[in-house]
């Protein structure tokens, strides 16, 4: 490309105006939001109200933790916009997509905005295809942030410090964390750095690192520069308004790939009904009392909450070698397993109880590797049978 630079408002609009004027206008101009004298929404405003500039490509670069609504970006006529510190590749699909763009959007129109990288149009989250993690140690915070999040329709689990997190992530691809900053055992910041030393030992194109949300008691620079030095991609102050967090969630769209979109796309051989048995579920289900609670989601929502400790013991056992407790935890889980039809998932437990049996200790890790990935996508799936309405079934 043929670049220039300018260091204002009134520079660009000067240097755009002259270059449309002699028949070689800019077709793309990157704007900064904040701006002395005159801002970069003001900028593109006025950009988008000249008829010998308004053809130009518009990308915002915005600050972590600085946000707009989408009302606002639309009718400022903006194209696209990049959190900064922006990175090589994600510029180059930003502009990729920008520029493939056949036709200019025009201020207000619906399709006018699209966040870095996303196809064409709006791209919006679907909440019930993401899962949230979140890590929170006060437990009234950690209620409020979970009934928020149900509010706006997401799923999400919860621990209560960054060592529960980073084994929370070892066993399920969540696509978002929310992170508190300041927790006991092992503060947000440095469970950010291991959950992302930890994607980049696994480098698996399949499961693209978790977008992690900083949950922070200040809105300071220093603490700004905090939370992207760990690695996190955004963070929101509390206490946690509804808007804002909505917010915050809705720019994660053009991070997040979630794992119900990847299991649309991806040809893995993986389907609901290999990972959980359907017929088992709707089994459950005709065990209803009129007017009752769903039996299959008191048993999921329980399964749910219980197997994680039992995933624990058998990784605690393996790392002890105390094969004892190995087939304890295994045997247990895959009761479990067998009573929601997660067939696979309960095979696998079988097999981990009888490695000791038969002198195979040496092969209990790589089993319990693929034992660990299987949950991850029980979990999902029971996630997803949780929100279906029983008439349905």
């Known amino acids: ?44 405003q006025t950009i988008r109200a000249d008829p010998l500039i308004q053809k130009a490509r518009l990308v915002m670069l915005t600050s972590l933790g600085l946000r707009l609504d989408a009302e606002a970006w639309r009718s400022a006529g903006i194209d696209a916009y990049l959190a900064k510190p922006v990175k090589e590749s994600r510029l180059f699909d930003c502009l990729a997509t920008v520029m493939a763009e056949t036709t200019g959007p025009t201020a207000g129109h619906p399709d006018a905005l699209h966040a870095a990288g996303a196809p064409g149009r709006a791209r919006a989250l679907n909440p019930r295809h993401v899962r949230i993690l979140m890590a929170e140690d006060n437990v009234v915070n950690q209620k409020v942030g979970l009934r928020q999040l149900k509010k706006l329709g997401y799923a999400a689990d919860a621990v209560a410090n960054g060592m529960e997190a ?24 440095e469970a950010t750095r291991l959950i992302r030393q930890m994607e980049m030992g696994k480098n698996d194109p399949q499961r693209p690192p978790a977008y992690i949300i900083a949950l922070t008691a200040n809105a300071l620079e220093s603490d700004r520069e905090k939370c992207l030095a760990a690695g996190m991609n955004d963070y929101i102050s509390k206490p946690v308004k509804l808007p804002e967090l909505q917010a915050v969630l809705q720019e994660a769209a053009s991070f997040v790939r979630p794992v119900a979109a990847r299991k649309r796309t991806e040809n893995s051989g993986v389907n609901n009904e290999a990972v959980i048995d359907g017929s088992v579920l709707a089994g459950l289900r005709e065990l209803q009392e009129p007017g009752g609670p769903d039996a299959a989601v008191e048993l999921i929502e329980l399964f749910l909450r219980d197997t994680p400790v039992k995933i624990q013991s058998m990784q605690s056992a393996i790392a002890r070698s105390d094969w004892l407790a190995l087939q304890e935890s295994a045997h247990s889980l895959k009761g479990s397993a067998g009573n929601l039809g997660a067939r696979r998932l309960a095979k696998l437990c079988a097999e981990l109880e009888r490695l000791p049996k038969e002198g195979k200790l040496a092969e209990a890790s790589d089993l319990f590797g693929r034992l660990n990935e299987e949950y991850g996508r029980v979990c999902f799936i029971l996630e997803q049978e949780k929100e279906k309405p029983i008439e349905s079934l």
Request: hydrophobic share 50%.
């Open 1 to 44: 490309m043929r670049t220039s630079t300018a260091v204002n408002g009134a520079v660009a609009l000067e240097l755009l105006r002259r270059e449309a004027a002699t028949g070689d206008a800019f077709n793309l101009v990157i704007l900064d939001l904040q701006m002395p004298e005159m801002d970069g929404l003001t900028l593109a």
């Open 166 to 189: 980073v084994e929370a992530l070892k066993r399920i691809p969540y696509d978002i964390v929310l992170m508190d900053c300041h927790m006991p055992e092992l503060d947000g910041y």
